[in-house]
């Protein structure tokens, strides 16, 4: 039987490989979520999904998740945490993003609730506050491409 997570996860991996068309390597970290990923040994990528069909999406962080997502971030060059929103789109928080809607002080459960209306950005909040800006629903998979340009050239991919 497939499992749910698989096709949400399933979603993300192929517009990564889909929008780099270059070799990559996609690794998963070994831990209890099943959420986090390693590409290129370099960047870090944490997996939350709504099956939900509308706006809101909610996404729920227990203690450990956050833990995990840290630990990558001291480890890692860059960390990035996708939210799938069923269908509609994938939401891509950077790090610094991050630790604004969900500071460091980690809750047993935490929350995070992406919003959009037809044809806006995504509006982001979380247990800790709300970002001052929207998410586009194109801005991944480039986001994380773009991390790392110098002279045009993404040196991740080195």
């Not at 290129?40 to 099956?51: D, L, M, P, T, V």
């Not at 939401?91 to 037809?118: F, G, M, P």
């Not at 998979?141 to 080195?158: A, C, H, Q, R, T």
């Amino acid at each position: 039987m497939i499992k749910e997570f698989e096709f949400f996860h399933g979603l993300v991996f192929a517009r990564i490989l889909h929008g780099t068309q270059r070799p990559l390597s996609i690794k998963p970290l070994p831990s209890g979520s099943n959420a986090a990923y390693v590409v290129n040994e370099k960047i870090g990528i944490y997996i939350k999904y709504s099956g939900k069909r509308m706006t809101p999406w909610r996404f729920s962080f227990k203690k450990e998740h956050q833990n995990e997502i840290e630990s990558m971030k001291k480890s890692l060059k860059e960390v990035f945490l996708l939210l799938v929103c069923n269908d509609d789109g994938i939401v891509c928080l950077n790090y610094s993003e991050l630790k604004q809607i969900l500071d460091d002080q980690h809750d047993a459960i935490e929350w995070i609730s992406a919003t959009r209306q037809k044809r806006e950005m995504y509006a982001v909040k979380g247990s800790n506050g709300k970002l001052g800006f929207k998410i586009g629903p194109n801005d991944f998979p480039e986001k994380i491409f773009d991390v790392n340009v110098s002279k045009g050239v993404l040196s991740w991919f080195k």
